[in-house]
């Protein structure tokens, strides 16, 4: 079973940036691809951002694109989403998610990390 373990979070004014980090383990961190999604208040979870098992194909919504970026590092079990120009519509809890190889659903879900961002 996989455990996946967030962190970075906080409260950042607008433009500011912050660094989501997602720490693994489990099952061996190179046989699933990894995803952020999040959750504002109210509001239905939303996808953000997912990077392949090897680290070579990214995603991420069109919301965040050009601001948001994500990556993994495979000999450290860890993935990070790194934020800038933030903005208070991007208040909301953070979640890191793992979908095994070969599948499509998100089997592996994180606790969250919450983010505030204040205007």
């Known amino acids: 079973q996989v455990q996946l373990v967030e962190s970075g979070g906080g409260l950042v004014q607008a433009g500011g940036s912050l660094r989501l980090s997602c720490v693994a383990s489990?099952?061996?961190?190179?046989?699933?691809?990894l995803g952020w999604f999040r959750q504002a208040p109210g509001k239905e979870r939303e996808y953000v951002a997912d990077i392949s098992w090897n680290g070579v194909r990214t995603t991420v919504v069109d919301s965040v694109k050009g601001r948001f970026t994500i990556s993994r590092g495979n000999a450290e079990n860890t993935a990070y989403l790194q934020m800038n120009s933030l903005k208070p519509e991007d208040t909301a809890t953070y979640y890191c998610?793992?979908?095994?190889?070969?599948?499509?659903?998100?089997?592996?879900w994180g606790q969250g990390t919450q983010v505030t961002v204040a205007s």
């Open positions: 489990g099952s061996p961190f190179s046989t699933y691809a």
């Open positions: 998610a793992g979908r095994p190889r070969g599948t499509a659903e998100w089997a592996y």
